[in-house]
């Protein structure tokens, strides 16, 4: 089994800056892609970003002030987000399509952490 641990969300104003993490641990022979996505209230979950080995891709609402990245060796991955604007506001999943064997991979989801940005 695997499981993500999101931290980092919070309340900050119009223009701020918050930093998601998240840490995939448990069976894992590989991590395949490891993203975040958001969903806000009575609206679908939305992809934010996502990290693929050599290549990130972003939602065209963040491009220029959210950046992705990973740690390989900590199979962690974090979201940098800057000049934040209220309609950032959403719970922000955590995703990982992790191999436990060599043949195989599943997604995974974390738990969800909120952000709210106040104008």
């Known amino acids: 089994q695997v499981q993500l641990v999101e931290s980092g969300g919070g309340l900050v104003q119009a223009g701020g800056s918050l930093t998601l993490s998240c840490a995939a641990s448990g069976r894992i022979f590989r991590i395949n892609a490891m993203g975040w996505y958001r969903q806000a209230p009575g609206k679908q979950r939305d992809v934010v970003a996502i990290?693929?080995?050599?290549?990130?891709n972003y939602a065209d609402s963040v491009k220029g002030r959210f950046t992705i990245s990973r740690d390989n060796a900590k199979n962690t991955v974090y979201l940098q987000m800057n000049n934040l604007k209220p309609e950032d506001t959403a719970v922000y999943y955590c995703?990982?399509?992790?191999?436990?064997?060599?043949?195989?991979?599943?997604?995974?989801w974390g738990q969800g952490t909120q952000v709210t940005v106040s104008s």
């Open positions: 990290s693929v080995v050599g290549s990130t």
């Open positions: 995703n990982a399509n992790v191999g436990v064997t060599p043949l195989n991979a599943d997604d995974y």
